[in-house]
């Protein structure tokens, strides 16, 4: 079984302050990691995905994430967030060879002020 | 490029009837996905079709649910009779075929409320 914990529901924060979403994960076997985000009455976006290799994963719109095995950890940053990335964000695992059969955490709602 | 199609994009029904959830893919995209939000709680698998087989349909809360794709194509998400507890949000997604890790394409959703 896999479980999924994203720690903060909501995340305030400033136009061009930096942000971290903090996701940790459980499986008892190897795992793909995963963000997607969803912006308002759009469906899920992905992000970026963690397979193998390096542990740093960059993704589009500026954001990246590190894959810490030994915290189980999968924490989505950014330097410097626009009004645009206003959006709810997801992390996801599956386990490697159940392809696209996602365990989602609860998400994470980040709310970017002027 | 299309993407994926979902419709309705709300419903609206009361407990006890049954309502049609349809799902067009990505064209060309064998794998089928079907997702649900259940409101505050997390985004869950329902299951999982490629081309018109159910390759995995563990996540199917109960037998009310039906789910088709008839030719590989669009698929068909049936509650029949719908209860309070289905109310939420149906997402289904699509990818090409491949070894399994192939980017996931989700709609945008069927906010489904049952009164």
């Known amino acids: 079984a896999q479980s999924v914990t994203q720690l903060d529901s909501q995340v305030p924060v400033f136009e061009e302050a930096p942000v971290e979403l903090r996701c940790n994960y459980s499986s008892s076997v190897s795992v793909y990691l995963f963000w997607y985000v969803q912006y308002p009455n759009q469906g899920l976006q992905l992000l970026l995905k963690?397979?193998?290799?390096?542990?740093l994963v960059k993704g589009i719109n500026g954001f990246e994430a590190e894959f810490n095995k030994s915290q189980t950890s999968f924490h989505l940053r950014k330097p410097s967030v626009h009004i645009s990335d206003t959006a709810e964000y997801f992390c996801a695992v599956s386990s490697r060879g159940a392809g696209n059969k996602l365990t989602f955490g609860g998400g994470t709602r980040v709310l970017v002020k002027p | 490029e299309a993407g994926v199609t979902q419709f309705p994009s709300h419903s609206v029904i009361e407990k006890g009837q049954t309502v049609t959830l349809r799902c067009d893919p990505i064209?060309?995209?064998?794998?089928l996905y079907w997702y649900r939000r259940v409101m505050g709680k997390e985004i869950k698998f329902l299951l999982h079709?490629?081309?018109?087989?159910?390759?995995?349909e563990s996540g199917m809360p109960n037998n009310r649910f039906l789910a088709e794709r008839t030719g590989g194509t669009y698929s068909t998400l049936k509650v029949q009779p719908a209860e309070l507890e289905d109310s939420g949000v149906y997402f289904c997604?699509?990818?090409?075929?491949?070894?399994?890790?192939?980017?996931?394409?989700f709609g945008s959703g069927t906010q489904l409320s049952v009164l």
């Open positions: 079709f490629v081309k018109e087989s159910k390759q995995d």
């Open positions: 963690y397979l193998s290799g390096s542990t």
């Open positions: 064209s060309g995209h064998d794998n």
């Open positions: 997604a699509s990818s090409r075929a491949g070894t399994g890790d192939e980017k996931l394409f």
